[in-house]
Structure formats: C-alpha cells, structure tokens
C-alpha cells in the first residue's frame, strides 16, 4: 500500500521548548498534508555538539519524547521521532524513538556507529567523547512495510542496511546531520549506494543550516527510490520535504535485477554476533 512520507527540516535552536514546539507545529502540518509517515531530523532537541548532549538529555520517557507521543497520536500518524541526547543509567546515548498513530512507542534506536572523524583542517568530531553507542538493530512494521532506522553515521556501514534489507525492510529512515565537509561529499552519494545496493528506498532527514551554530548541518534532506534515484529533496532551509513511496515498486526493481538471488552464499555472507 502506498503512502506519504514526510520529512520535517527543523531549524533547531539552543531553546529546547522552541524546538519541541516547532517539531509539534511542523508534524501537524505535515499531516493535514496526507502524510501517514512523518520523520524529524537526528538531535531536534539540541543544538549538535558534543558540549551540548549532556545538558539536553533526557531520560525515556521524558518531556521531549512525550511531545512525540502526543503528536503520533493527535494526527494519527506514525513518527520517527529524530534522535534526541539520552541518559540512561549514567550513560548518554544518541537515540530515536518512534511511535505509531495511538502514541505507542514501537522502536527506540541508539546510534549503533558513533561519529568519530578527522579530516585535518576540516572537521574533528568526536561523538564517542561524550556518547556510548547502541547495540541493536532496529526496525518496525507499519500496514504499508517495514522500516529500518539508523541515525547519520550510520548510514556510512553498508551492513547495517544489508541487515534491515535482510530482515524484510522496504524503507530505510536516518536522521542525520551530514556537516559542510562532508554533506557536500558524500550525503546524497551514500543514499543513493545504500539504495541500490538493497533496492530500497531511503530517506535522509536533516535538521534546517544554522550558519551560527558550532556545528553547520548540510540539509539537503532528501528520497532516493529503490533504483537510485533522487525523487525529493531540497536546499538548506527550513521545510518539509513530501513523497509518496510504493513499496510495490521495491518488488518491481528486485524483480528487473534480481541481485538478492544472485548473491554468492555459498563464497561470502554477512552473520549476525550474537552476545
Ligand atoms: N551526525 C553524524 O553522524 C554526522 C555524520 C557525518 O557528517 C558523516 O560525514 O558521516
């Protein structure tokens, strides 16, 4: 069954009310819009940054994912709710959870790849200072297919996809936050790899640029089809950015080129670690 996805490119703001009100205001837009899928950025909370996660945690539940709830449920919609700072136990987390059209959380995804990078003269992000990373692999069920969930760096690990792909996903959702080294780069060229390489769709949701924050986001929030292409997207304000995905075309293109058959298992295959 088709549907409309949205994917809401918050400005987010140093005020936490301000965001979680403006998330509110945008979700419901969206929905008075015929989306039945809505997805926030990775932090909508809190300003990105390593100085930040600790002062914008929160435990789960907690006052933001309560917003989330009530939104899912006040515009029956199912809500991939970003990512917000977590505290847990002594521990920080980067974390997304979701809920479907009674309020319900169905999925609670910490980022399982951590944003550890050094591009000399660039950028030096270290998400690993202040964050421990998540162990689980995280997917739900909607009526119109399952969805995977990874948050930005994620994306960078072709397995994780392979997995969700694995496990019956037609839908990949990753909250991120690609900066203006990297977004440049490679955003749009991972979305697509990850695309094809599963016959997927996949969808990228940006928080809006902030030219004066510590840490710039690309934007560009963006669908790409299950044949790698680019189907929506835009710039680096504020919006929402709408498609309607057809999880039957998934089922067309792996028909066309029927990699997952092809697969040599009997050379090479990807197994789960179990703890
Ligand atoms: N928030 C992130 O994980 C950023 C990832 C990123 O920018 C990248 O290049 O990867």
Redesign the pocket.
């Known amino acids: 069954m088709a549907f409309r996805l949205a994917l809401v490119q918050l400005a987010v703001s140093a005020s936490k009310a301000d965001n979680l009100q403006n998330a509110a205001r945008l979700i419901k837009q969206a929905s008075q819009n015929g989306a039945k899928v809505v997805a926030l950025p990775?932090c909508f909370n809190s300003p990105?940054g390593t100085s930040y996660f600790k002062d914008y945690a929160e435990r789960i539940p907690g006052q933001s994912t309560e917003v989330l709830s009530k939104a899912a449920k006040e515009n029956n919609i199912f809500l991939i709710g970003g990512s917000i700072p977590e505290e847990d136990n002594g521990k920080l987390y980067n974390t997304c959870t979701v809920y479907n059209p009674e309020g319900n959380m169905v999925a609670k995804h910490r980022k399982v790849h951590l944003?550890d990078?050094d591009v000399p003269g660039k950028i030096c992000f270290k998400e690993s200072e202040t964050l421990s990373p998540g162990k689980e692999f995280t997917t739900f069920d909607t009526p119109f297919c399952k969805i995977g969930i990874g948050?930005?760096?994620d994306i960078?690990f072709p397995e994780l996809a392979y997995i969700y792909s694995d496990l019956g996903c037609k839908l990949l959702v990753y909250p991120?936050?690609?900066?203006m080294t990297?977004?440049p780069a490679?955003w749009e060229l991972l979305q697509r790899s990850r695309a094809i390489d599963n016959q997927v769709y996949v969808a990228s949701v940006s928080p809006a640029r902030d030219e004066k924050a510590t840490y710039i986001a690309w934007g560009h929030t963006t669908v790409v089809s299950p044949w790698g292409e680019v189907v929506a997207t835009t710039e680096h304000e504020e919006t929402i950015v709408y498609y309607n995905i057809n999880p039957d075309y998934v089922d067309e293109v792996r028909s066309q080129i029927p990699i997952r058959s092809q697969k040599r298992s009997d050379l090479y295959k990807l197994t789960k670690v179990s703890e």
């Open positions: 990775e990105y944003f990078i948050i930005c760096y960078r991120g936050a690609f900066n990297t977004g490679h």
